[in-house]
Protein backbone atom coordinates (compact mmCIF):
# COMPACT_ATOMS: atom_id res chain seq x y z
CA UNK A 1 0.00 0.00 0.00
CA UNK A 2 0.96 3.20 -0.58
CA UNK A 3 0.24 7.01 1.39
CA UNK A 4 0.70 10.39 -0.74
CA UNK A 5 1.95 13.25 1.28
CA UNK A 6 2.69 15.63 -1.57
CA UNK A 7 1.48 17.09 -5.29
CA UNK A 8 3.31 19.00 -6.81
CA UNK A 9 2.53 22.23 -9.03
CA UNK A 10 3.55 20.23 -11.92
CA UNK A 11 1.56 16.76 -11.36
CA UNK A 12 4.24 15.01 -9.09
CA UNK A 13 2.53 12.87 -7.00
CA UNK A 14 4.68 11.74 -4.08
CA UNK A 15 3.98 8.52 -1.92
CA UNK A 16 5.80 6.63 0.45
CA UNK A 17 5.16 2.57 1.22
CA UNK A 18 4.27 0.59 4.13
CA UNK A 19 7.17 -0.76 5.58
CA UNK A 20 8.74 -3.73 3.94
CA UNK A 21 11.65 -6.19 4.92
CA UNK A 22 14.67 -7.07 2.58
CA UNK A 23 15.90 -10.85 2.84
CA UNK A 24 17.99 -10.39 5.23
CA UNK A 25 15.53 -8.95 7.31
CA UNK A 26 16.04 -5.34 7.38
CA UNK A 27 12.97 -2.55 7.01
CA UNK A 28 12.86 -0.47 4.26
CA UNK A 29 9.94 2.12 2.88
CA UNK A 30 10.29 3.06 -0.64
CA UNK A 31 9.12 7.10 -1.63
CA UNK A 32 8.29 7.37 -5.22
CA UNK A 33 8.15 10.64 -7.40
CA UNK A 34 6.36 10.46 -10.44
CA UNK A 35 4.50 12.44 -12.83
CA UNK A 36 1.82 12.09 -15.86
CA UNK A 37 2.97 12.38 -18.96
CA UNK A 38 1.83 12.00 -23.21
CA UNK A 39 3.50 8.70 -23.15
CA UNK A 40 3.49 7.04 -19.37
CA UNK A 41 5.19 8.64 -15.98
CA UNK A 42 8.55 10.30 -14.66
CA UNK A 43 9.27 8.50 -12.05
CA UNK A 44 12.24 8.48 -9.24
CA UNK A 45 11.93 5.61 -6.38
CA UNK A 46 14.50 6.29 -3.22
CA UNK A 47 14.38 3.44 -0.60
CA UNK A 48 14.89 4.39 3.14
CA UNK A 49 17.37 3.89 4.93
CA UNK A 50 19.93 3.26 2.42
CA UNK A 51 18.76 6.28 0.23
CA UNK A 52 19.45 3.98 -2.58
CA UNK A 53 17.44 5.01 -5.92
CA UNK A 54 16.14 2.10 -6.87
CA UNK A 55 14.03 3.03 -10.08
CA UNK A 56 14.50 5.86 -12.08
CA UNK A 57 12.78 6.11 -15.24
CA UNK A 58 11.10 9.84 -18.08
CA UNK A 59 12.92 13.04 -17.76
CA UNK A 60 13.35 14.18 -14.34
CA UNK A 61 16.18 16.80 -14.34
CA UNK A 62 19.35 16.53 -12.56
CA UNK A 63 17.89 19.51 -9.87
CA UNK A 64 14.60 18.15 -9.57
CA UNK A 65 16.26 14.66 -8.54
CA UNK A 66 18.64 16.51 -6.29
CA UNK A 67 15.73 18.22 -4.46
CA UNK A 68 13.53 14.35 -4.09
CA UNK A 69 16.46 13.06 -2.68
CA UNK A 70 16.73 16.26 -0.07
CA UNK A 71 13.01 15.44 0.68
CA UNK A 72 13.52 12.36 1.33
CA UNK A 73 16.44 12.86 3.92
CA UNK A 74 14.78 15.66 5.90
CA UNK A 75 12.10 13.07 6.26
CA UNK A 76 13.23 10.06 6.60
CA UNK A 77 11.92 9.74 9.75
CA UNK A 78 8.41 11.38 8.91
CA UNK A 79 8.09 8.47 6.38
CA UNK A 80 9.04 5.71 8.82
CA UNK A 81 6.70 6.89 11.61
CA UNK A 82 3.69 6.96 9.15
CA UNK A 83 4.37 3.64 7.52
CA UNK A 84 4.35 1.98 10.66
CA UNK A 85 1.06 4.12 11.51
CA UNK A 86 -0.43 3.01 8.39
CA UNK A 87 -0.32 6.16 6.38
CA UNK A 88 -1.81 9.93 6.91
CA UNK A 89 -4.46 11.65 7.55
CA UNK A 90 -4.59 14.99 5.09
CA UNK A 91 -7.15 17.43 5.64
Known sequence: MTYEFAKYPDGTL???????KNEN???YVRITFERPTNYGFDTYVIELPSY??????????KEEKE????IVKNGS??????????GLEIA
Open 25 to 27: GEE
Open 52 to 61: KVILEDGNYS
Open 14 to 20: GVFSNIG
Open 67 to 70: TFMQ
Open 77 to 86: AFFFKYARLG
